[in-house]
């Protein structure tokens, strides 16, 4: 499956952004879906994924609460909606699929967008 990340850009602190990844190639709908984060001199970070299902999710414990990932299977898209952005947020963002099963690990996924930046300033 191919996956293409978009919907990075500079924020204020507070503000909000939403990130989408399209997928092709594969049955979507039959993909765990997931998104990470890596800051300059920092390793990847999970932040969230969804299940292929929908029923379950999972968050990265310093974006609870403000974060929310979601899917729409009809368009082989899944999102990501970041409130409350705060400067410690910014990273590159990574969306991630893997079949079928749902994890929170780098290496529990197969297949990696290409990333979009995420900058909130102060």
């Known amino acids: 499956v191919q996956l293409q990340a978009s919907g990075g850009g500079l924020v204020q602190a507070g503000g909000s952004l939403r990130l989408s990844c399209a997928a092709s190639?594969?049955?979507?709908?039959?993909?765990?879906m997931g998104w990470f984060r890596q800051a300059p001199g920092k390793e990847r970070e999970f932040v969230a994924a969804?299940?292929?299902?929908?029923?379950?999710?999972y968050y990265g414990d310093s974006v609870k609460g403000r974060f929310t990932i979601s899917r729409d299977n009809a368009k082989s898209t899944a999102y990501l909606q970041m409130n409350s952005l705060e400067p410690e947020d910014t990273a590159v963002y990574y969306c991630?699929?893997?079949?079928?099963?749902?994890?929170?690990?780098?290496?529990?996924?197969?297949?990696w967008g290409q990333g979009t930046l995420v900058t909130v300033s102060s």
């Open positions: 991630a699929a893997e079949l079928l099963r749902i994890g929170r690990l780098v290496r529990e996924y197969t297949y």
């Open positions: 190639g594969r049955t979507f709908s039959r993909y765990t």
């Open positions: 969804v299940a292929w299902t929908g029923g379950t999710i």
